[in-house]
């Protein structure tokens, strides 16, 4: 249900992916994800863990998230690499 709401509501489609590498290409999906786990309590979260390129303020926006939405945020970003992944090989 996540991902389906990161492409529907928010656009990030594998297309756009493709089109903004800045924000996707290094691995930044998989960072956010890590971040979004690495702790129950995003007060101890270091900034310097933020994806590249990523704008601070979405990054807050996702870590004040309760808990278990941040878990779901994390899965869905996770597949969204691998479409990435995937969309990449198929291109």
């Known amino acids: 249900m996540e991902r389906a709401e990161q492409i529907l509501k928010h656009g990030y489609d594998p297309n756009f992916v493709h089109e903004n590498p800045q924000y996707y290409s290094d691995g930044q ?30 990054c807050i926006k996702m870590l004040n998230k309760p808990y278990v939405e941040r878990l779901a945020v994390a899965g869905a970003l996770i597949a969204a690499e691998i479409d990435r992944l995937n969309d990449h090989r198929n291109r």
């Open 29 to 58: 999906l998989a960072v956010a994800a890590e971040m979004l786990i690495a702790s129950e309590h995003e007060e101890g979260i270091d900034r310097n863990s933020y994806p590249e390129n990523w704008p601070d303020e979405d």
